[in-house]
Nanobody
């Protein structure tokens, strides 16, 4: 059974940094594409960043140059380093595991104050 547990969210001021972490269990982590998505009330969940099993990364244009996704296959973790945060980054952030189907964590709230 796939389990994804996020941590690291919180309240931060404009221009600050946060590091989100997702601990995975219950599946063969190294072969999965992992990712971070975010959602605000009334809007669809949107891509933030993904990292393939080979380590290739993809970022939403809104976060390029500010966010960095990384994975540690030995620890079964995927992290999202978020720098120069803006109020528009405020959202619930979800960890995603994808191998033909999507699995999701419970989400962690990130709030950026101006």
């Amino acid at each position: 059974q796939v389990q994804l547990v996020e941590s690291g969210g919180g309240l931060v001021q404009l221009g600050g940094s946060l590091r989100l972490s997702c601990v995975a269990s219950g599946f063969e982590f190294p072969i999965y594409q992992m990712g971070w998505y975010r959602q605000t009330p009334g809007k669809q969940r949107e891509l933030v960043a993904t990292i393939t099993s080979a380590g290739n990364t993809n970022y939403a244009n809104a976060v390029k140059g500010r966010f960095v996704i990384s994975r540690n296959n030995a620890k079964k973790t995927v992290d999202l380093q978020m720098n120069n945060l803006k109020p528009e980054d405020t959202a619930v952030y979800y960890c995603n595991a994808r191998y033909y189907v999507d699995d999701w964590g419970q989400g962690t709230q990130v709030t950026v104050s101006s």
